[in-house]
């Protein structure tokens, strides 16, 4: 049995090929190509033409093209990783790629110089496709080239008598795929004989010098392993097995069998079934396994000093012309219009308040959630079944510290039918409503806004959406009468909800018949499956999703309120690190056009309900630790409050703006993780490391001409949130990574953890002024120009 899986396939451009097979016995075969092999794990006895090997972990070799071979496995399975080498696609010039052949064989040849360098090159290659690299594609076909040019420099072969080896290669490959087609038609050598017009003493022959076996014990292995599917996972009787499968009758099944196994057919079902649970992987666990065994295998050559000075790291040049006076687009801040809080009511510890303090001198957000403030009852009160009441008390004095640091209120109601009857809720609303009335200005409750969604409406079948959308009805008229100017805000429909129902569009018709006007239409964004999280492999996904909206016609210009920003739906230890703040910082710079309100999931971690430890970094998405360190996400934040509100010119990687008398421009050096990493199964990251599913793409050096600039002088501010500066995980990993620390030490963290400031002066020569940056991956900064006349 063997089971293999593609672990990467090119196109013709890199004739190349990865698989990984696990095998207890691969059959008698050949390939058209040449087959290079490392092996994984195991020991099995390796066929190989005419002799015969014990390959072992480690060993590598070549299997060269036309070549039969097969493999049995020692003890239970071996795994292998196996290259394909299309050598007809590698010949250059006159080289006929038939003639190609190679002489590496380490169960031969213990200790050739060579071969860690050739198992580095093919490690490389996999490491190099395991990551998001910018033009892998070159790389991938520099490292190809450089792999079969140190084959062929190193080990490569002449074939002799070669036109005598292709008739018997064109011969025993016909007559075998013969065979393979027509195994189970009980074949003997006479049938085959007259089927090719060949003698019997002259296919005899052929097999020997060809296959090197007779007829017998290569039609005996082919059916044999033909069978074993059959055997062990049908509940098919031996003798059913053996006729399917070609054999007069079960006894000389039997005798083939005990000839390969050494045992029979039934106590080799037996022990099978018998280990099967603890001995066989999935594919995903297969392929998670090998994965992970060559890049350790790349890490450690490259200890060895085997590098061969192929870089993934690399350098690039950014040129920036702008002219200033080009100011071509308003921006009305989006990026600081609304805070999201989990739990209103948590608004009132003290701890939170210190942050809320915090943010609104860095920030200076407009808004704050209020989420489902008729939950669990905190604010209801039960007249009866069929009366329901608010309780004012504590809302009243939430608003009246939110009203101290400058923030208003977003009211988020949400309809829960397992809780409360749609009458009961309207009820509950004209006694909320009737309260703000009576206790709030005009003013204020015009500045609010409000929203109404719907707990299970990604669930709800058409007779309840209908359901919903007349109770939705009911509240905007109820909300227009009675608070009049405030803003109404759409029900929050999920990015899972839009692209796979058509419950919005749908929602949004009615509206539309019912002349319902929206002031906000609210989406909750999160780049991964929510169900599944499932990561996206596509760095692009929002503002693909933004594109998709408009395509349909269901975006509103000016209206879109982005709200649960994240890549993941759940936990993720890299909300920790550089790559949150990076993150939210390219996906603002690619869309600030398009959004309105640009919100990220999750205040704090002391607001969370489901956190079971007192771990630091415990990859909740916040801008703080339970313990009040601020992440590099609050630092982004406080950089975008920072933004002009012209903008002047911007690019996927920096935006230029400009208020008053600055220029402001925010730089940003996103790189997305691996592949693997979005399958959930190569990188097993850990608390401390964290970034290794980061390929170390780019290192970006920008240089900014801005031109037309009607002053004399200027002063420069730069501002850069980076692993030494601006991430309090990566100065906690610095100072020792500790699990306890003491508060004079939490203080010095946070203090450690500030993101850097750099302060210059430059005198601007015939309008024009230069700026230049150097920016590592995931990384963030801030240039801030004064001008002065």
Same mark, same amino acid.
């Given at each position: ?14 004739p ?55 493999f ?32 590496l ?10 071969y ?29 080239? /450089? ?7 190193d ?48 296919l005899s ?20 392993n ?12 031996i003798?059913e ?17 005990? /000839? ?43 200890q ?36 999201q809080?989990?739990?209103y ?13 915090n ?72 006694s ?35 359901i919903?959308?007349?109770l939705?009805?009911n ?57 599944e999280?499932i ?16 395509k ?46 640009y919100?990220?999931?999750?205040? /704090? ?9 007192k ?25 975008f ?19 008053e ?11 997305h ?39 004399k ?25 500790p699990k ?19 302060? /210059? ?29």
């Amino acid at each position: 049995m063997k089971e293999t899986i593609n672990i990467l396939q090119f196109d013709n451009k890199i004739p190349l090929s990865f698989s990984v097979i696990k095998f207890d016995n691969i059959f008698l075969h050949m390939h058209s190509m040449v087959q290079l092999i490392i092996v994984l794990e195991g020991e099995f006895q390796c066929n190989i033409g005419d002799k015969k090997y014990i390959a072992k972990e480690n060993d590598i070799f070549i299997v060269n093209s036309r070549t039969y071979h097969s493999f049995d496995a020692l003890n239970n399975t071996s795994t292998i990783l196996s290259v394909l080498i299309d050598q007809n696609e590698f010949a250059i010039g006159d080289i006929d790629p038939d003639s190609i052949a190679f002489n590496l064989n380490s169960m031969e040849v213990v200790n050739h110089p060579k071969y860690e360098s050739i198992k580095f090159l093919i490690y490389s290659i996999v490491r190099l496709n395991s990551m998001d690299n910018v033009n892998s594609i070159y790389s991938n076909r520099a490292i190809s080239f /450089s792999l079969f040019a140190q084959l062929m420099n190193d080990f490569s072969v002449n074939l002799e008598e070669a036109d005598i080896k292709r008739t018997n290669y064109d011969t025993i490959t016909k007559i075998t795929a013969y065979i393979n087609d027509h195994y189970s038609e009980n074949l003997s050598l006479s049938s085959i004989s007259k089927q090719f017009n060949y003698s019997i003493a002259y296919l005899s022959r052929l097999f020997k010098q060809s296959l090197d076996t007779n007829f017998i014990d290569y039609y005996d292995d082919l059916r044999v392993n033909n069978s074993l599917n059959d055997l062990l996972f049908s509940n098919k009787t031996i003798e059913e097995i053996a006729l399917t499968h070609g054999f007069e009758n079960s006894r000389s099944y039997f005798r083939a069998f005990t /000839s390969i196994y050494k045992t029979y057919p039934s106590q080799y079902r037996k022990e099978f079934k018998k280990h099967s649970k603890n001995t066989i992987l999935d594919s995903n666990e297969l392929k998670k396994e090998a994965i992970e065994k060559i890049l350790l295998l790349y890490e450690q050559a490259s200890q060895r000093g085997n590098n061969p000075n192929y870089e993934i790291t690399r350098d690039t040049e950014a040129l920036v012309s702008v002219d200033y006076k080009n100011k071509t687009t308003t921006l009305h801040s989006p990026q600081t219009k609304v805070l999201q809080l989990e739990d209103y009511k948590l608004i009132m510890d003290i701890d939170v308040q210190n942050c809320l303090k915090n943010m609104q001198k860095d920030i200076n957000f407009e808004y704050i959630t209020l989420n489902n403030i008729f939950e669990k009852e905190i604010n209801i009160l039960k007249n009866n079944p069929y009366d329901y009441s608010f309780s004012f008390i504590t809302f009243d004095r939430i608003l009246s510290y939110l009203k101290s640091v400058s923030l208003k209120p977003y009211i988020k109601l949400v309809f829960d039918n397992n809780q409360i009857s749609d009458s009961s809720f309207l009820s509950l609303l004209d006694s909320f409503y009737n309260h703000l009335v009576n206790s709030y200005t005009k003013e204020e409750i015009n500045s609010w806004l409000i929203n109404l969604s719907f707990k299970d409406i990604e669930i709800s079948n058409k007779k309840q959406t209908q359901i919903y959308s007349t109770l939705f009805n009911n509240f905007y008229n109820k909300t227009k009468k009675e608070l009049k100017g405030i803003k109404i805000g759409s029900p929050s429909f999920t990015k899972d909800l839009i692209l796979k129902t058509t419950i919005y569009q749908d929602f949004l018709d009615h509206c539309k018949s019912k002349f319902i006007d929206f002031s906000f239409i609210s989406i909750l964004y999160q780049d991964a499956n929510n169900k599944e999280n499932i990561l996206t492999k596509n760095k692009d996904e929002l503002k693909e999703f933004i594109n998709y909206l408009k395509k349909k016609n269901i975006y509103f210009e000016n209206k879109m309120f982005f709200e649960n920003i994240n890549f993941s739906s759940s936990r993720s230890l890299l909300n920790d690190t550089l790559y949150s703040s990076s993150y939210l910082c390219k996906n603002l710079i690619e869309n600030i056009k398009s959004i309105s309100s640009y919100s990220k999931l999750g205040f /704090s971690d002391i607001t969370n309900d489901i956190l079971t430890n007192k771990e630091t970094f415990n990859g909740n998405n916040s801008f703080f630790t339970y313990n009040l360190l601020k992440k590099p996400s609050y630092y982004v934040y406080s950089m975008f409050s920072k933004l002009g509100d012209q903008l002047i010119k911007k690019s996927y990687n920096y935006m230029i703006t400009s208020k008053e008398n600055k220029i402001i421009i925010l730089v940003n050096n996103y790189s997305h993780y691996s592949d693997l990493y979005a399958e959930n199964e190569y990188y097993q990251i850990s608390e401390q490391e964290r970034y290794h599913c980061f390929p170390k793409s780019t290192n970006i050096k920008f240089s900014f001409e801005i031109n037309n600039l009607p002053f004399k002088d200027c002063k420069i501010k730069t501002t850069t949130i980076s692993k030494t500066n601006g991430s309090s995980f990566d100065k906690w990993l610095e100072i020792g990574a500790p699990k306890i620390m003491t508060n004079d030490e939490l203080e010095k963290l946070k203090i450690l953890s500030e993101p850097s400031i750099y302060i /210059s002066n430059k005198t601007i020569n015939e309008s024009k002024l230069n700026v230049e940056c150097n920016i590592a991956p995931l990384e963030t900064k801030l240039i801030e120009i004064t001008l002065i006349k």
